[in-house]
């Protein structure tokens, strides 16, 4: 009886572990993603209207992995969606920071833009290491991406034409505000991977 409640623990323990990390890893992409995004900002390589299209499609790659870890679970078939579509914006980042245009990275939409996507990679950071720590579950860490669907959309849209306002990057500000409050309560509510 003991021998197999032990082995039923170390079967539990495995599992929770390849079940975080099946999470982890689609987490961690988005954070790369990210991060090449702001770069290519920061290096002028990529301008606020090529930036805000990426983050477009980073927001539907979120929304993506909300639905496939709503249930708690990634099967091979949806890590493989999920990896096939962060491939397609992996590429696209590189296309658009090795085109012609360019952007200025000092001038006040770039710097705009900049700081939202670099929230981005702090949000998504957190919900890394929360998921990395087990303080996240996959539902909680889906829902959180979904939160990140929501606010990358928002930053789409402020970049669509170009440009980010002052009261554009402050409603970014503000839904970040909220994912912030969120990612937070979501990492301390008692829920454990």
């Keep these: 009886m003991k021998t197999s409640m032990l082995a039923a623990a170390i079967g539990l323990a ?7 990390q099946a999470g982890s890893g689609t ?3 988005d954070v790369n993603q990210q991060q090449r995004i702001e770069q290519g900002l920061q290096s002028g390589q990529l301008n606020t209207r090529e930036a805000s299209r990426l983050e477009s499609e980073e927001s539907k790659v979120q929304r993506d992995q909300s639905r496939a870890m709503r249930d708690g679970n990634l099967s091979p078939a949806e890590k493989a969606r999920l990896s096939r579509e962060q491939n397609q ?7 658009e920071k090795h085109d012609a245009q360019t952007g200025n990275p000092n001038s006040p939409s770039s710097q705009r833009m900049q ?19 087990g303080s996240l579950t996959t539902r909680e860490a889906g829902k959180l991406e979904r939160g990140e ?18 009261k554009e990057q402050q409603r970014v500000q503000q839904a970040e505000n909220r994912q912030s409050k969120r990612i937070h309560r979501q990492k301390h509510d008692g829920q454990k991977q």
């Design 89 to 95: 914006v992996s590429r696209d980042i590189a296309r």
């Design 27 to 29: 987490v961690q992409r």
């Design 149 to 166: 669907a929501q606010v990358s959309k928002r930053e789409a849209r402020a970049g669509s034409d170009g440009k980010v306002g002052a």
């Design 14 to 20: 495995f599992s929770t572990g390849a079940f975080a």
């Design 115 to 133: 700081a939202d996507v670099q929230r981005n990679v702090n949000q998504q950071q957190r919900i890394e290491q929360g998921v990395q720590s």
